[in-house]
């Protein structure tokens, strides 16, 4: 590949380029591009292509002996954008070639993109239902899902599905002129999976595809894959914190049993995983054709085990402090919990028993706060259901109105007299004895300055009100402010320095005061006064003016959030919302970190607006989350969209997921590309004291890479000491297959990757039962806040033992514990040079019961 050297070529030509396999500039790669094989960070096992950024997997297929990888590719730069379908090939799973771009953009005659070409699948038109090819040459088949971005003429913003096909064995593709095939007229219906399914009295062609944020899958039909009938959908279940993405629908023998066959149900979810951000779940169940029928939903009605803080089904709000609004006395809280939905709001799901908080009481416009009685945070997590608006709180926002930090100007207007008793001058229609006021708008503080009272023609009152003189000792001013906006200085309170305004601010068209700041540190030592102008009439045509602080701290504006939040020492350090939703969705707060202190659940409803509502139940403090009762396909933060091969031979069911996060995904330390698949994964049915679940382990073709001659094992078990202890075997690109017996160590494990001050942590927690990978000393941490973890997953020991599996990538880990019952998948970004290995035993002893290092040859550069 070539290296662009001027930007000459529109976004056509440019993904012309790109799918025709040619360069971009006119010198060539190895004198412009490094060797993959020498950059920093990039995996010699794992598929990444040679540039350029790479997120889901699609169209995974097994055609002719050959595997086709195609993927959500930005054929232009190193973040998502440009959504195309990048393609690679392999014979074994492990090797692959990056072939030229397959599905590109649609563009329109003035060079806009009118069409996104999102994630999909393919399948091996076998029969040639489609007509798109011939029994003797049957074509391969993507359905994928058409993003129609603004510049669409008829379906802007719209998503549907729709066809491409090819009858060249994958190499180029052809859109169908009748797409999309299926419109359900919304903005996120997509990532269609379609397979052939043989039923015993008809079979055909399904779709699963999901409403992402309806927490819905919806089931199709069809003969020909052009025209598709509405079979059923599968329901909310188990985890719905974020969209519901790339599904997948197959058969699986329990244990290999052709007689105790099982559909596995994968759901990707983004963000509200089991680790934090995107990951995957799954259900187990069956599938007749028509309806997937799950087994392993958890009920939504029981709250995980543990220490109830709050259920509210007593009939009262016994030990909390609750502040309704002092204009809307009934609301937004009641005097009591409600059992359900309130007069005029949509109907409420999810909560549990008899009573919830929900502080639609009067609709969305009264607001207030309540806040439990104080409490010892004693076990890792606080459960709970929440729901209502998404309006979180910003950053230098606080939930009430406090004043900033300083010394009050002119008493905060709360004179025993009039404001001309006081010095102030007022004009035009302005009366001393109105001026202060005791009323108008919402959370004035004592008396203000409100200009609707300040004279007899309430907002038709014209005039100016105008301070004593006073000096600026101090670098902010703040005030809380409300009434009208206007932007024609008509209506706004100045700072006057030398009588010319160098300050002014208007209002919001709003009755409740919050709070503004003025920087006026560059006029600090000078003399000035403040002056209130209302030359405005008509609705909103006054101003309310309270509590002017000169201070050297900014005013913090009062939030408009519907929020729960976690208090400690005054200070909120765990916040949720709802999602804009009447529906409440289990939340989980990690605070372990908060072990042993005092804490308050503090919930705040401060929006007026719409879905300026809260719904809150049943708080639990619990040694679990309740993200942790269902089933996923990693435990770890790495492993998202994850699907299956259809097709795959020997009726071998291979799931390959891309190796990141969407919570930091695109700000990776990589180069000149960005975005990792997992290895593939072969993944069988097994029967468990839970029922039948998923092993997974990576694919047998994996094994070819050994380079067992320069293996190290050792011969006999040894016992791990205290501390950490270096093998005689290093690097960077191995598989580890060790087998430990815990002694009296609290934790014992791995270290790879590591530099003598860093390392990644893989072990197990012997008081917890948990298999974990901890990344928070394994390189460069920093670049993203959300980055740095330990991963964990529940794991039971067998025989007293644990057994453990690593790939270790440069840039990854990959962990498959119990022979694959529990897996975790990890990024991480060591040091240049990070290659020791060893292992470590936390405050006791461990017994290593066996261990082999296998380097791996490399696959790929």
């Not at 180029?172 to 009295?201: C, E, I, M």
């Not at 309806?214 to 025209?227: A, D, I, Q, V």
Request: net charge negative; with cysteine.
């Amino acid at each position: 590949m070539m290296r662009r050297t001027k930007p000459v070529l529109s976004w056509i030509a440019a993904i012309a380029v790109a799918a025709s396999g040619l360069s971009l500039g006119a010198t060539s790669a190895q004198a412009t591009d490094p060797d993959p094989a020498t950059q920093q960070y990039r995996p010699l096992l794992h598929y990444t292509p040679q540039k350029n950024w790479m997120n889901d997997p699609n169209g995974l297929v097994y055609h002719n002996g050959t595997y086709h990888m195609y993927y959500q590719y930005n054929p232009l730069g190193t973040t998502w954008g440009n959504m195309s379908w990048g393609h690679a090939t392999s014979t074994d799973l492990v090797h692959w070639q990056e072939k030229p771009l397959a599905i590109p953009q649609t563009f329109n005659g003035a060079g806009q993109s009118v069409e996104d070409i999102f994630s999909g699948s393919v399948v091996v038109d076998t029969q040639n239902t489609s007509g798109f090819g011939s029994l003797g040459n049957p074509p391969l088949v993507a359905v994928y899902t058409s993003n129609f971005t603004g510049a669409h003429p008829t379906l802007a913003g719209k998503q549907a599905q729709a066809l491409a096909y090819s009858t060249d064995n994958g190499e180029t593709w052809t859109k169908y002129a009748g797409n999309p095939v299926l419109n359900r007229n919304t903005s996120d219906f997509r990532d269609p999976k379609v397979f052939w399914y043989q039923g015993p009295t008809e079979s055909y062609w399904v779709m699963a595809a999901v409403e992402a944020n309806e927490h819905r899958m919806l089931f199709y039909k069809s003969s020909n894959l052009k025209n598709w009938d509405y079979l059923d959908d599968f329901k909310p279940a188990n985890a719905t914190g974020g969209q519901w993405e790339c599904p997948d629908l197959f058969p699986l023998a329990v244990d290999g049993d052709p007689n105790n066959i099982k559909w596995v149900l994968a759901v990707n979810i983004n963000p509200g995983a089991v680790a934090g951000g995107s990951g995957g779940q799954y259900f187990v169940g069956s599938f007749n054709g028509t309806t997937f029928s799950s087994e392993t939903t958890d009920p939504a009605d029981v709250a995980p085990p543990g220490t109830a803080i709050a259920g509210f089904n007593d009939g009262s709000y016994s030990g909390w402090n609750v502040q309704n609004d002092a204009a809307n006395p009934s609301g937004p809280w009641g005097s009591v919990p409600p059992d359900g939905t309130l007069p005029g709001q949509q109907a409420v799901s999810g909560a549990i028993g008899t009573g919830l908080v929900n502080s639609f009481h009067g609709g969305d416009t009264p607001v207030g706060t309540m806040e439990s009685a104080p409490f010892t945070v004693g076990k890792d997590y606080i459960n709970f259901l929440a729901g209502g608006g998404r309006h979180a709180r910003l950053p230098d926002e606080q939930p009430g109105t406090q004043p900033p930090p300083g010394y009050m100007l002119f008493d905060g207007f709360d004179y025993p007299g009039t404001l001309t008793d006081a010095g102030w001058q007022l004009t035009g229609d302005f009366e001393a004895a109105r001026n202060p006021s005791t009323t108008g708008g919402e959370f004035a503080i004592g008396k203000r300055i409100n200009t609707f009272e300040g004279g007899s023609k309430a907002d038709d009152n014209i005039g100016t009100i105008t301070s004593p003189e006073f000096y600026l000792t101090n670098t902010n001013i703040g005030f809380l402010l409300g009434g009208g906006a206007r932007t024609d200085g008509q209506l706004q309170v100045e700072l006057l320095v030398g009588g010319v305004p160098v300050r002014t601010t208007t209002g919001t068209n709003s009755g409740d005061l919050n709070w503004k700041n003025w920087d006026v540190s560059q006029y600090f030592g000078q003399v000035a006064r403040i002056r209130i102008v209302d030359n405005a009439t008509g609705p909103w045509g006054h101003l309310t003016l309270d509590n002017m602080v000169l201070g050297s701290e900014p005013a913090k504006p009062r939030s408009s959030e519907t929020s729960v939040n976690l208090v400690v020492n005054g200070q909120a350090v765990r916040t949720t919302t709802g999602s804009d939703s009447e529906h409440l969705e289990w939340k989980t707060w990690d605070v372990t970190e908060f072990k042993g202190s005092q804490a308050t659940i503090k919930i705040v409803d401060n929006n007026r607006g719409g879905w300026g509502h809260v719904l809150a139940d049943e708080f639990v403090q619990s040694d679990v989350t309740r993200l942790e009762q269902h089933d996923w396909l990693d435990w770890g933060r790495d492993y998202y969209a994850t699907v299956s091969f259809n097709n795959a031979p020997d009726g071998k069911r291979i799931m390959l997921g891309w190796m990141n996060n969407w919570d930091y995904g695109q700000a990776t330390p990589t180069s000149i590309w960005r975005g990792t698949m997992a290895l593939p994964r072969e993944v069988t049915l097994t029967q468990t004291p839970q029922g039948p679940r998923l092993r997974q382990k990576a694919v047998a073709q994996a094994d070819t890479l050994k380079n067992t001659t320069a293996a190290y094992s050792i011969s006999q078990p040894q016992v791990i000491q205290p501390g950490n202890s270096n093998l005689p075997i290093s690097g960077d690109v191995v598989q580890i297959d060790a087998e430990f017996s815990p002694g009296t160590a609290s934790a014992f494990g791995l270290k790879v990757l590591g530099n003598g001050t860093e390392s990644t942590r893989v072990g197990y927690t012997a008081t917890s039962g948990r298999a974990f990978i901890d990344r928070t000393n394994s390189g460069n941490e920093s670049f993203h806040p959300a980055f740095a973890s330990v991963d964990d997953v529940p794991v039971q020991l067998i025989n007293g033992k644990l057994r453990l599996r690593l790939y270790v990538d440069r840039s990854s880990v990959e962990v498959f514990a119990q022979d694959g019952l529990a897996t975790l998948t990890d990024q991480v970004f060591p040091a240049s040079g990070a290659t020791t290995l060893s292992v470590f035993a936390d405050g006791g002893t461990a017994t290593l019961e066996s261990l082999t290092v296998t380097p791996l040859n490399k696959a790929m550069w």
